[in-house]
């Protein structure tokens, strides 16, 4: 697929995720990706319904949060939270593991925290994208959360939150890809601010870029990661 300015609208999650971000700012990020073919909004779980209002008919789906951004919440609450999302709107999910476990090596632990909320997001038919915040684990610790989502039945594999003081890189893009393999997406999210940024990331083997800069990225200008 084309990676030109024009195109790579069609691989971005327009993501508004900060805690102060009000009505009107929903309503017009639901806007911006109308306006640019966005593949989705990314909200927090209380603008769901606003956003799912918003984008009917627009083509572009909706997006929300589990577990955000710091995945220390017990599983089944993640489930729940997960469900409400969908069940409000919600096309697509993106949950946060249980982090301390990645670092613990506990792929059993992982497993099941990723599984509760699979479950609860394809019984709706809805999308569970795998947040595992790579700037918190070694290498060998991302290989086995991105083992853990594949396993888990999940249908993205994610770098980051935003909020972990580190973003996507090419090299985690590439290493995430190796694992996961082809059957499943693989999202670059945090700190992609350029159509060159982006285009790094797809070329190392992204299928989604989450991003608050997408109308800079598909201009070709400079943008900022802030969530």
């Known amino acids: 697929m084309s990676t030109d300015a024009d195109s790579i609208a069609s691989y971005i999650d327009h993501t508004l995720l900060k805690p102060e971000a009000s009505e009107a700012d929903v309503l017009k990020l639901c806007a911006e990706a109308a306006e640019y073919h966005f593949k989705s909004v990314c909200v927090n779980p209380v603008w769901v319904k606003t ?4 984008l009917k008919g627009s083509g572009v789906l909706t997006c929300s949060v589990v577990g955000f951004p710091f995945g220390a919440t017990p599983s089944d609450v993640k489930a729940y939270e997960a469900r409400g999302a969908v069940l409000d709107g919600a096309d697509e999910v993106d949950m946060v593991i249980n982090i301390a476990a990645a670092r613990a090596n506990d792929k059993g632990t992982l497993v099941d925290d990723i599984t509760k909320v699979v479950e609860a997001v394809h ?29 888990a039945g999940a249908d993205f594999v994610k770098t980051s939150t935003g909020f972990g003081g580190g973003g996507a890189t090419e090299a985690d893009i590439a290493l995430m890809r190796r694992t996961v393999g082809p059957g ?13 940024d982006a285009q790094a990331m797809i070329a190392a083997g992204a299928t989604r ?19």
């Open 123 to 151: 019984a709706e038919e809805a999308v569970v994208k795998v947040i595992i915040e790579t700037s918190m684990l070694t290498d060998e610790q991302k290989v086995l959360a991105c083992e853990a989502a594949v396993e």
């Open 184 to 196: 499943i997406g693989v999202k670059a999210s945090g700190g992609v601010r350029t159509l060159a």
């Open 51 to 54: 956003a799912a209002r918003a």
């Open 209 to 227: 870029i989450g991003a608050s800069s997408g109308i800079a990225i598909v201009k070709g200008e400079q943008g900022t990661s802030a969530y």
